[in-house]
Each structure stands twice: as C-alpha cells, then as structure tokens.
C-alpha cells in the first residue's frame, strides 16, 4: 500500500456537511456521532429524503456494534472516543481503509466497497460519474428525483448515495442482486420505530441503547447468527461477484452491501465504478422471506414475512394492521418501554417503495403519541386493546366509505335510477375519486380521535360518546363529498336536484341502518 492512495478519510477529514441552529459546518463521521448523540444536529445538509433512515441505520447498527466490540454500555460523548471504537470495528488497517472513499489499492476494502478480487477495475464495466446515478432507483421516469443532475459533486454525496444503495436496494435484473433485509427482490426495506422527545439525535441515541440492551434477545430469536465475532461490516470481506456469506459467519447487526462498486478519482472528479454479480452477497436460508432481524422491520405473524409496503405506503388501515400484535411481530425498535418516557412520543414509518424496474415513491409518516395513550404501547394486553380498538375504527370507515358514501354517489352519478348498476365502469370511474377523497379526510386525523378514545377507556359512555362523535363527523364529510360531486354533475338543473334529493336520502338512511346502534342515544 506504501504510495497507494486512502483518500477521503471519514474518521479524519470533516467531510460531512451538517446544520446546527444557523450555522452549517464539515463533521467528521465520529463528530457526527458526537453531535447526534448530544442532540446537538439540526440537519444533515446534503442527505435527500429518501437516504435519511439508511443513514440513521448505518449510525445505529455501526454504534452498537462498536460499543458491543468494546464492552461498553452507553455510547460516549467525545469524537475522539467515536474514532477509537470505530477504528476497534477494523483494527487490522492502519490507514482507516474501510473508512475511506478512495483506496486505489483494490486488495483493500474501501467505505461501502469490498475488495476486488480480480485486481483490477476492468470486471466492473458500469461507470457512474454522479452520485444520483449510483444512488438505488427512484424512478424510470424522473418523476420523484431527477436522475444524474449532480454535475459537481461534494464527497459527502457519494457516501449518501452509497449508503443507500448498498443497504437499501433490491433486485435489478440479473447480475444486480438486492439486500438480504428484505423479502424479495422487488420488495422495499420498510423503517418502522419509536422517536422519543428530542431532535433526530435523540432518536439515534435511543435505537442505539435499545439494540445493546436487545443484544441477547435477538441472538436467542436468530441463533443462525453468530453471537460472539461475527462479521458486521461486511465490506471488508473481498468479493469477486460469485462468493457468498451466511448468516452463520455475521453479527446479528450486520450492515452490509448488496453490490459490487468502488469509487476512484477521474483528474480530480470522485467516479464511481460498478458491476455485475453471479449470487447474492448474502446467502440466507430459503424461506426466510426476509425475517432476518432487521431492528426496523415489522414480520406479518401469517405468512412469516417482512412487511412490504406498496405504493399506497402507510394508511391508516396499514398502521393499524402494524399495531396489532395478532397481525405482525413488531419490530425490534417499534416497541414502546418505560424508558422512552409518555411525552413528545412519535411512531415513525419510511419506505422507499420498490417494484419491477421502478420505483413508487418516497412514504413517511410521524404519528404523535399522546401521553395518555402511551400505556397502550406498552404491554401485550394493553396492545391488543389498542388493535381492537384500531380495527373497529377502520370497519367503521369502510363501512360509511361501501355502504354510505358509495351508494349515495352512484344514484347521483346514474340519476336516480330505480336499479342502481354498481357494476357499470363509467360510474365507477367517477365515484372513485371521491373515495380516495373520503379516505384522505379519514386519514387525516384517524390516530387523533383513536387515541382520544383509549384516552377515556376506562369510562365506557365517554368513550362511546367520543365514537358517536366521529362517525357523525365522518357523516358530514360525506356529505360534503357528496355536494362537490353533486356541484360538478352534468345534469340540468330539474335532474340534478331530483338526483341530488335521492343521493342525500340514500346517504341518510344507510348511515341510519348501518349505524344505528351507535348514533341511539343512551
């Protein structure tokens, strides 16, 4: 290596662009945990929505494993304490090469880079001269981020990009295998986890702890993992395309690659060169359908799958499907404790969703806990109380949705028909959407008036009469859904009232039959 060049050095070179209050500052990686562990990091300047939870990650799974390796219980203050543990993560490199972008030494590992076992760059065919362009896909069709628009690109960009690719991508067509904390190739790798009172450092601090005290909890739950001396950045292993590892030879907090890439400098520019691999990086056992550990991935109990999510991302009937500990095993980080505290709680929820060649957007959703709903988090029966609660509420808005909003629409759109077809594609091309409006408006404050009803579960009639209080209000959005549709009918004005009378009188009376046991006063 004497000569060589280890270039871009993460633990020595601030090149990591961050904002506390109004200033913006270059961090070194160990300063960036030294920040976040304060709560002290307001934002991360060049970090994209999408890469943010790879990121958070990659903190929190490095973090654990590095404290782990050192017997410590906490996770220090000071950066030069980071450096130390991070350096105890690759103690055999004495110029940091798994933490650096560049090392043209390809029998080194570089950052995110196994070494290349050929010895030379001419197996990865592929080059990226912008970090979009390496970042996992998007879109086809440049519709969420326009594709390789990064002309002049700072380092901390690569890294992002990265980042994200080699601990979030999937499937891409032969020879481009995906993650293994996923079930399935064109499946996504879903966020899902508590964010206590604080910044987004006090999350990352929290997850960190967490994953220490979880430490034997998760080698009893995944005994195919190693449960002392297991590989955990699976970079520095060299890779020539066919070698696969197993779960036997990792730590249960692995972070790992899923592609062959490694960065080098064109005259002064950073080019990132990839290519083709014969097998996955990871061989998991057949059937695990991504049920690898994964701190943020909740498993469906059924099918003993990872969660993934569609291009719908998290709705209100998939959160509370989430939160029924009867439907999925939540995830490791998901689960409310003591220590978390009642005040400034949030159920966070991220996915990239990934399909066959696209992508179907960026999904986030931050869900407020209030303190007085905090115990049903905490303990299985409260839990199940909390999913009953859930589900009941979702029927009741499907039930307005199908059997209220639905019918009333169609008799307005077939005006008054004495039959109404609710077969007939022309209609339902036009009920849809305001469906999907109705759906948004239920969306929109769901968990609220949720949580306001376990707030009074112990006194039944309050919590009855907050219930009653919704669904008129659920009435009254339809309502004025169906005055908007009625607006834009293109009737004349003899058909349009007489369709309108009979949509309002269908939108009554079915709420009336399907509700009535809930609108009778006591």
């Not at 790879?54 to 799974?61: D, E, K, R």
């Not at 590992?109 to 970090?131: H, I, M, N, R, Y």
């Not at 909890?217 to 020539?240: C, K, S, T």
């Not at 905490?378 to 019918?407: C, F, I, Q, Y």
């Amino acid at each position: 290596m004497a000569g060589g060049i280890a270039a871009l050095n993460l633990l020595t070179e601030p090149l990591i662009r961050i904002r506390r209050g109004d200033n913006e500052e270059k961090v070194t990686l160990p300063e960036l945990f030294a920040v976040a562990i304060a709560d002290d990091l307001d934002s991360v300047v060049a970090l994209r929505p999408h890469q943010k939870q790879a990121l958070h990650a990659f903190l929190v799974q490095v973090g654990a494993m590095a404290l782990l390796a050192a017997d410590r219980r906490g996770p220090p203050s000071t950066a030069e304490a980071w450096t130390t543990l991070l350096r105890g993560l690759a103690p055999d490199y004495s110029r940091d090469e798994p933490w650096c972008l560049v090392v043209d030494d390809l029998a080194q590992p570089a950052f995110l880079q196994p070494p290349v076992s050929e010895g030379d760059l001419s197996c990865l065919k592929e080059k990226e001269v912008t970090p979009d362009a390496l970042d996992m896909l998007v879109t086809s069709k440049n519709h969420d981020l326009k594709a390789a628009r990064i002309t002049s690109a700072e380092p901390d960009l690569w890294l992002f990009a990265l980042l994200t690719l080699q601990t979030c991508e999937g499937f891409l067509g032969r020879g481009n295998y995906g993650i293994s904390r996923m079930n399935g190739g064109f499946a996504s790798r879903p966020f899902v986890g508590i964010a206590p009172k604080g910044r987004w450092g006090a999350q990352i601090r929290r997850d960190m702890e967490r994953l220490i005290e979880l430490r034997s909890e998760i080698v009893a739950n995944y005994p195919m993992y190693r449960e002392e001396g297991g590989l955990g950045l699976v970079w520095l292993r060299p890779w020539d395309g066919n070698a696969q590892l197993t779960p036997e030879e990792l730590d249960p907090y692995y972070v790992e690659i899923c592609r062959r890439v490694r960065l080098n400098f064109d005259g002064t520019a950073i080019v990132a060169h990839r290519g083709a691999s014969r097998k996955p990086r990871i061989a998991m056992p057949e059937g695990l359908n991504g049920n690898t550990g994964d701190p943020w991935t909740p498993i469906d109990r059924k099918h003993s799958k990872a969660l993934t999510v569609d291009g719908s991302g998290f709705h209100y009937r998939r959160v509370a499907e989430l939160l029924d500990p009867s439907r999925f095993t939540p995830a490791p980080l998901q689960d409310v404790t003591p220590g978390d505290g009642s005040e400034g709680l949030e159920l966070t929820l991220s996915v990239t969703v990934r399909g066959q060649g696209e992508t179907e957007g960026y999904h986030e959703r931050r869900i407020l806990i209030p303190p007085r709903a905090v115990p049903f988090f905490l303990h299985r029966g409260a839990k199940d109380r909390l999913a009953e609660v859930a589900r009941d509420r979702v029927t009741n808005a499907a039930t307005m949705r199908t059997k209220v909003l639905s019918p009333a629409l169609f008799r307005l759109f077939q005006n008054d028909p004495d039959t109404i077809n609710f077969r007939h594609p022309a209609t339902q091309a036009k009920v849809e959407p305001f469906l999907a409006r109705f759906d948004r408006d239920v969306d929109a404050d769901f968990f609220d008036h949720l949580f306001e009803e376990l707030s009074e579960d112990s006194n039944p009639s309050a919590a009855r009469r907050l219930r009653r209080a919704w669904l008129m209000e659920l009435k009254a959005r339809a309502g004025d859904i169906l005055a908007t549709a009625e607006a834009g009918s293109p009737l004349s004005h003899v058909r349009r009232y007489r369709a309108r009378a009979a949509a309002q009188s269908v939108l009554d009376s079915a709420f009336q039959n399907a509700f009535e046991s809930w609108i009778r006063e006591d």
